[in-house]
């Protein structure tokens, strides 16, 4: 079925885009994480304010592990639901799936940050 095909051709297109962290990345970082995980407030020792602190992470272990979303904390408590322990950020409301899914992607791309 040729719309199959174009499904599957479409979504290969779109994973094999590369994420921008400038573009796609810092600005969910910003509106969502850095209020409370900068250089002057620190939550959780957690800083994503630079690559290096980012993936160090915080009390709760490393926030990005390059290739492995699924042990970055940064994405996993994205993924927790509003209301529920852990979940960021506090209170909600949850970052939007699409953008969690990119986070996701970026990780396993191996989390490429450049420097601002």
Not at 27 to 48: I, K, T
Not at 55 to 80: C, D, F
């Amino acid at each position: 079925d040729m719309r199959i095909l174009f499904v599957a051709i479409l979504a290969s297109a779109l994973h094999a885009q590369t994420i921008d962290f400038r573009k796609n990345i810092a600005p969910v970082f910003e509106a969502n994480c850095l209020s409370c995980h900068n250089a002057q407030r620190n939550y959780g020792s957690l800083r994503l304010d630079t690559a290096e602190r980012a993936r160090r992470g915080g009390n709760k272990g490393p926030g990005i592990v390059p290739g492995e979303p699924q042990k970055s904390l940064i994405y996993t408590v994205m993924e927790i639901p509003p209301g529920k322990a852990g979940a960021m950020p506090p209170g909600g409301p949850q970052v939007p799936k699409a953008q969690r899914d990119m986070i996701r992607q970026w990780i396993a791309a191996g989390a490429p940050w450049l420097k601002t």
